[in-house]
């Protein structure tokens, strides 16, 4: 009788967890979002191919074997440090989950053509019921960047990518954006996007991995805060399980 009653009760907090978001930043742009019921992978990058002059100065603490079964991968670019293809080709045919990308991205991969979700910008789908829109993304550097807009059960997450600032007619309830400048907006921009999109949280992205991209976070949280009146603003901490109430 115990033994069942532990059990409903682990069933019970299964329940719970999955009747929220949650989110890990594992490190750089490199998220998954438990979104609800579906685990959705961002940007994975594990540290491979690494210009020698992008000396690395934070700490990645996983492998990807440990990421958890997933029911999409989304790719902002084509670039190192949001493009793993190794990583991408294992968890695709591991979990026979869809990679949503543009073409520069996709035409790389040697996975089963079902698995290969082509998409640029203003496009409107629909992956694993999850309603998702192609918005842009304003990074020279790539040859076709985009961001992604994904809606769920009457909740939005805006993922950015690397982006400058731009003007977005969007309201969501998580908006993860990058932070560190040089190649993305910077702090300042990122305080701007806030105070234009509002959105619940906000999630720096793409900050004080290598040492171009150093940001004063102590600065980011000081400007949120006179900034900042209705949206939270969320630092995570790598490879930590967040839950967030919106």
Not at 8 to 19: A, C, G, R, V
Not at 120 to 147: G, R
Not at 187 to 215: C, D, M, Q
């Amino acid at each position: 009788m115990v033994t069942f009653l532990k059990a409903l009760k682990k069933d019970k907090e299964s329940t719970k967890d999955i009747e929220k978001i949650s989110i890990i930043k594992y490190w750089h742009s490199f998220v998954l979002i438990s979104f609800f019921d579906k685990q959705i992978l961002f940007d994975p990058y594990f540290g491979k191919n690494t210009p020698c002059n992008f000396d690395i100065t934070d700490k990645l603490d996983i492998i990807v074997q440990d990421i958890p079964k997933l029911d999409a991968i989304f790719i902002t670019h084509e670039h190192f440090d949001h493009f793993d293809k190794e990583a991408v080709e294992f968890l695709a045919k591991r979990d026979n989950c869809p990679v949503i990308a543009p073409q520069i991205v996709i035409n790389q991969l040697d996975i089963e053509e079902h698995l290969k979700r082509i998409v640029k910008t203003e496009d409107k789908e629909k992956i694993a019921n999850i309603d998702f829109s192609v918005l842009p993304a304003q990074h020279p550097q790539s040859q076709y960047p985009v961001s992604f807009l994904l809606r769920y059960k009457d909740k939005e997450i805006y993922f950015a990518g690397d982006t400058f600032d731009q003007n977005l007619d969007i309201k969501p309830d998580i908006a993860i954006v990058p932070c560190g400048g040089v190649f993305t907006m910077d702090l300042f921009e990122f305080i701007a996007f806030a105070r234009k999109t509002s959105p619940k949280v906000i999630i720096p992205i793409h900050y004080n991995t290598f040492g171009l991209i150093k940001t004063n976070m102590d600065k980011l949280k000081e400007r949120a805060s006179e900034k900042l009146k209705n949206t939270q603003l969320l630092i995570l901490e790598n490879n930590v399980n967040t839950k967030i109430d919106v």
